[in-house]
């Protein structure tokens, strides 16, 4: 089925996907590239050098200028607004055109701002009226002026049972497990111990702290190749995300007896650090630039063409 145009609309370009729909007063640029199955609402303004993805919906008053790029089934709000300079000034065009990506499934609330040059990352939630100033993670759930993370949309948060559960909890999901560490409480205080040779499943080479974090701000958000690591807080709560490319859980760490294994290949983050947390992390590897995966989308074609050939 062709576009549907309405005759008050000003198309004027020719690369429009099959059944998209766009209502009355808006203005396509000739360049434009806009997918299948799309409603884009009325009073909408789409530049020239904008691609967007299939079975998008774009609500009216939204402006997408040169450089915005909008994956599949993205869903942006009505008056969502993205930047395109961030220093402007009357009838001056920004030097170079800054790269704005939308991934795919993401959604945009209303009344957003969006600063230019910034990645949305997939399945991520902008709550109406935030301003995001900064990178989103996939799936990370934003509001607020600046936006900050405050929580993720897939994923049950799961506490820790209490000191005294005999049982190590489990991870529903492969590329994570839990590790019981031992533990000595009396009337002078606790002691942690760690035997590196029997209660870690891995050799370590490497131990490092993480602390003195904003409780906004987000740690990690990466996958390793090779290096295994085991999280232990050591002190207050820290929220940690996994995600093995097909499912995702989340769990908050605040025991000093319990470590998270996360494997290989497998994405993590951390985030909601209360002021006192202190994070220890022990590690297979010594620290390797080469070993990290920092891109979620490059990591998702990794582990599920890695899957498909097994």
């Avoid at 609402?41 to 609500?59: A, L, P, Q, W, Y």
């Avoid at 089934?73 to 402007?88: A, L, R, Y």
Wanted: net charge negative.
């Amino acid at each position: 089925m062709p576009p549907i145009i309405h005759h008050l609309a000003d198309v004027q370009s020719s690369q429009i996907g099959e059944s998209t729909r766009i209502w009355q007063f808006c203005v396509v640029l000739p360049n434009a590239k806009i997918g299948a199955h799309c409603n884009i609402c009325s009073h909408v303004f789409i530049e020239n050098d904008v691609v967007v993805g299939d079975r998008v919906t774009i609500k009216c008053g939204v402006q997408l200028w040169d450089g915005i790029r909008i994956y599949d089934e993205v869903f942006i709000g009505p008056n969502v607004t993205f930047t395109n300079d961030p220093f402007p000034r009357s009838q001056q065009r920004p030097e170079a055109v800054s790269i704005t990506t939308v991934h795919h499934g993401a959604s945009i609330g209303a009344n957003a701002t969006l600063l230019p040059g910034i990645t949305i990352g997939r399945g991520a939630l902008i709550a109406a009226g935030a301003v995001v100033t900064r990178d989103v993670p996939a799936y990370a759930i934003v509001k607020g002026n600046p936006a900050r993370i405050s929580g993720y949309t897939q994923g049950q948060l799961a506490p820790l049972p209490p000191t005294q559960v005999a049982e190590v909890p489990s991870a529903h999901m492969q590329g994570v497990d839990f590790v019981r560490l031992t533990k000595a409480s009396d009337l002078r205080g606790e002691l942690l111990a760690v035997e590196l040779a029997k209660q870690i499943p891995f050799t370590v080479l490497r131990m490092f702290y993480v602390m003195n974090v904003p409780s906004h701000h987000v740690r990690g958000e990466h996958s390793h190749k090779l290096c295994h690591q085991l999280l232990v807080c050591l002190q207050g709560s820290v929220t940690v995300t996994a995600d093995n490319g097909f499912e995702r859980e989340e769990w908050v760490l605040d025991h000093p007896d319990v470590g998270l294994h996360i494997l290989p290949m497998t994405w993590a983050g951390q985030y909601r650090y209360t002021g006192n947390a202190v994070l220890a992390v022990f590690a297979s590897h010594c620290y390797d630039p080469s070993d990290y995966i920092r891109d979620y989308e490059e990591y998702l074609k990794i582990v599920r063409n890695e899957t498909k050939n097994v």
